[in-house]
Nanobody, 120 residues
Framework: QVQLVESGGGLVQPGGSLRLSCAAS????????MGWYRQAPGQQREWVAT???????TYADSEKGRFTISRDNAKKTVYLQMNSLKSEDTAVYYC??????????????WGQGTQVTVSS
């Protein structure tokens, strides 16, 4: 059984910063790509950023220059540093990891989500 637990969400003023964390636990052999997604009220879930097992990063255009994704493989944790936050960044943020628990099959696992609210 694999669990992803997120933390770090909250209420922040426009222009402020937050750092999200997502830690994986359970029967894990390898973790490949890690990513962050978000879902605003009434909207579909959208991709925010991805980091590969080799450390390569990609971002959605609206987050480039403001958000930074990173990972700590020893801690099985992915982070999302969010700076210069805007009201439109308000959403529930989800992490996703591609994990091999045994054999050759790799499955995607999701966190439970953490609320980020940007408001004055």
């Amino acid at each position: 059984q694999v669990q992803l637990v997120e933390s770090g969400g909250g209420l922040v003023q426009p222009g402020g910063s937050l750092r999200l964390s997502c830690a994986a636990s359970g029967s894990i052999r390898d973790i490949y790509a890690m990513g962050w997604y978000r879902q605003a009220p009434g909207q579909q879930r959208e991709w925010v950023a991805t980091i590969t097992s080799g450390g390569s990063t990609t971002y959605a255009d609206s987050e480039k220059g403001r958000f930074t994704i990173s990972r700590d493989n020893a801690k099985k944790t992915v982070y999302l540093q969010m700076n210069s936050l805007k009201s439109e960044d308000t959403a529930v943020y989800y992490c996703k990891m591609s994990i091999r628990t045994g054999g050759v099959v790799v499955n995607d696992y999701w966190g439970q989500g953490t609320q980020v609210t940007v408001s004055s």
